[in-house]
C-alpha cells in the first residue's frame, strides 16, 4: 500500500471556474440567510434541507451520495460532485477543467467530515485533463482510496488538501460498501411492490402528480410518458414524507424543465424548496438498461437505476442521491458547469443519511477506598480498690450476691470519636488518682504517728 499527503493548492479557481461561480451566485440571493443549524452531526430533516447555497459543509454525513456498481467517467463540462463517491468499477477524470469532490462551491453542505475518506475506487483511478480537488475548504481535506493503481497525466492533478491517497488495496478499498452492488436489485424490487398511493396524469408534455395528502406517497409512471414530458407539477404531497416514483419501461430519456410543488418551482436554484424536494423523491428506474438524465437544466430527486448491465448518462445537475449498478457517465457535450449535489433521500434505508455518531464515551465506575475502620479504645482495667477501713465517700457502691462468685463482664466496646474517648480516658485516669492519694496520704499519717512514739520512748529516764 503506498500513502500520500498532498499539500493545499489556492482556495480560488481557475478564470473559467470563477465566471462561472460568479453567474451561479447572481442566481442565488446573497440576502439567504444562514442556516440556524450550520455544523450539525445530524441530518436535516426534508423540510428543512434548504435550498443551494455556498457554505462548503453543514451537516456530516458519511452515507454515498453516489454509488456505481461499474465504471464511472467524468467528462467535459461536469464540474462538481458533492458528498462521498464509491465507484466499484474504475474511474477516469476528464473534466477538462477543475472538478470538485466531496465538498463543493454551491451545493446543500451535506458532507463528509474533514479528513474522512471522499472517493473510494475499486479499479484503477486515473486524472488525465483537468484538476480533480478532495475535500476543499476542509482542514484536512479529504481521502482517496484506490484497490488498483493510480495514473495522473502531464498537466493533470489530483489534489486532497491534506487527506491521504492510498493505491493498490484491492478490495479493501471499497470493503465498507461492497454490499450495495448485491442489495441494489432487491431493494429497487421492494419499492416498486409497494402500492400506488396516487394518480399520475399527463396532458401533453406536462404530468401531473396528485398525491393522496398524507403518508408515504407512491406513484407508478412508464418510461414513455416520462420522455415525453417537460413539465413536471406536484400536488397534495405532505412536507415530511417521502415520494416514491417508480418507472417502468427499458429506455429512459427524461429531461424536465419545469418541477413545481402546486405553483412554486422546485428546481430553481433560489427556491426555498428546492433542499425539501430534493429529499423527499426517489425515481426508481426498475426495468432500465439505458438512462438519460436531463440536458444542461436541474434534476430533482435521487435516482436508483438497478441493473448491473445498465448504462447512465446524466447531462444536467442533479440534486439527490445517484446509485447506478451498472456504468454512469457524468457530462459531455454541450454541458457547461454540471453539478451533483448531495440531498439523502428521507425515505432512509440505503439512500437515507448517515450521520457521524458521536463518540460513546465510557467512564469506569469510580471504585471508592474502604473506609479506615474506627479506633476501637482499649479496654480499661478495672483498679483493685482495697477494704477501706472506714467508709470511703469516693468508692462506689459495692453489691453483694450469694453463691459462686459472678466473672464481671467486660465494658462493651464503643466506636466513638477519637476527640471524645480521649477526653473519658483523660477523665477516668483521673479519678483512680484521687484514690491512691487519698491511701498514701493516710500510711503517711500512721507511720509519722508510729515514729514519733517511738522517739518519746527513747527519751524516757530509766527509773
Known amino acids: 500500500m503506498r500513502s500520500t499527503a498532498n499539500s493545499t493548492l489556492p482556495k480560488w479557481r481557475l478564470p473559467s471556474t470563477i465566471a462561472l461561480t460568479a453567474g451561479l451566485f447572481c442566481l442565488i440571493p446573497a440576502t439567504q440567510?444562514?442556516?440556524a443549524f450550520a455544523n450539525s452531526n445530524e441530518c436535516p430533516p426534508g423540510s428543512e434541507s434548504t435550498g443551494l447555497w455556498g457554505g462548503g459543509h453543514r451537516f456530516d454525513d458519511q452515507g454515498v451520495a453516489v454509488y456505481v456498481g461499474g465504471d464511472y467517467s467524468v467528462t467535459t463540462g461536469a464540474q462538481e460532485s458533492e458528498g462521498l463517491l464509491v465507484i466499484e468499477g474504475n474511474v477516469n477524470f476528464a473534466p477538462g477543467r477543475w472538478f470538485n469532490l466531496g465538498t463543493v462551491g454551491i451545493g446543500s453542505g451535506i458532507t463528509p467530515v474533514s479528513g474522512s475518506d471522499m472517493l473510494m475506487v475499486k479499479g484503477d483511478l486515473g486524472v488525465t485533463l483537468g484538476t480533480v480537488e478532495v475535500g476543499h475548504g476542509l482542514e484536512n481535506g479529504g481521502n482517496v482510496r484506490v484497490g488498483g493503481d493510480l495514473a495522473v497525466s502531464a498537466g493533470a492533478r489530483l489534489q486532497t488538501n491534506g487527506g491521504t491517497t492510498s493505491t493498490r488495496l484491492g478490495n479493501a478499498s471499497t470493503s465498507d460498501y461492497g454490499d450495495l452492488a448485491a442489495a441494489l436489485p432487491s431493494f429497487s424490487a421492494e419499492l416498486a411492490t409497494e402500492p400506488t398511493t396516487g394518480i399520475v396524469t399527463?396532458?401533453?408534455?406536462?404530468?401531473?402528480?396528485?398525491?393522496s395528502g398524507s403518508g408515504r406517497q407512491v406513484f407508478e409512471v412508464s418510461a414513455a410518458d416520462l420522455n415525453a414530458s417537460r413539465e413536471f407539477t406536484y400536488f397534495e404531497v405532505p412536507a415530511e414524507e417521502p415520494i416514491i416514483i417508480n418507472v417502468t419501461g427499458d429506455t429512459v430519456n427524461v429531461?424536465?424543465?419545469y418541477q413545481a410543488y402546486g405553483t412554486q418551482r422546485i428546481?430553481?436554484?433560489t427556491s426555498s424548496l428546492l433542499g425539501q424536494a430534493a429529499s423527499q423523491i426517489l425515481w426508481?428506474?426498475?426495468d432500465a438498461t439505458s438512462v438519460t438524465i436531463g440536458h444542461q437544466d436541474q434534476f430533482i430527486g435521487s435516482v436508483?437505476?438497478?441493473s448491473p448491465s445498465s448504462s447512465v448518462l446524466v447531462t444536467t445537475s442533479t440534486s439527490g442521491r445517484l446509485y447506478a449498478a451498472g456504468d454512469v457517465v457524468f457530462g459531455g457535450a454541450g454541458t457547461d458547469g454540471i453539478e451533483q449535489h448531495n440531498y439523502p433521500w428521507i425515505g432512509g434505508e440505503l439512500m437515507g443519511c448517515s450521520p457521524i455518531e458521536p463518540p460513546t464515551v465510557v467512564v469506569p465506575p469510580v471504585t471508592p477506598n474502604p473506609p479506615n475502620p474506627p479506633e476501637t479504645p482499649e479496654t480499661p482495667e478495672t483498679p483493685e480498690n482495697p477494704t477501706p477501713t472506714e467508709k470511703d465517700p469516693k468508692s462506689p457502691p459495692t453489691t453483694s450476691t450469694t453463691g459462686s462468685p459472678k466473672t464481671q463482664p467486660k465494658p462493651k466496646t464503643v466506636n466513638e470519636p477519637v476527640q471524645e474517648r480521649k477526653v473519658r480516658e483523660l477523665a477516668q485516669t483521673g479519678t483512680d488518682t484521687e484514690g491512691l492519694v487519698f491511701w498514701a496520704g493516710l500510711?503517711?499519717?500512721?507511720?509519722t504517728a508510729?515514729?514519733?512514739g517511738h522517739g518519746l520512748k527513747a527519751k524516757r529516764p530509766a527509773k
Open 255 to 257: 429531461r424536465p424543465n
Open 450 to 452: 508510729l515514729i514519733f
Open 443 to 447: 500510711f503517711g499519717i500512721v507511720g
Open 33 to 35: 440567510p444562514a442556516p
Open 284 to 286: 426508481n428506474f426498475t
Open 304 to 306: 436508483l437505476v438497478p
Open 267 to 269: 428546481d430553481d436554484t
Open 202 to 211: 399527463r396532458t401533453g408534455n406536462r404530468l401531473r402528480f396528485s398525491g
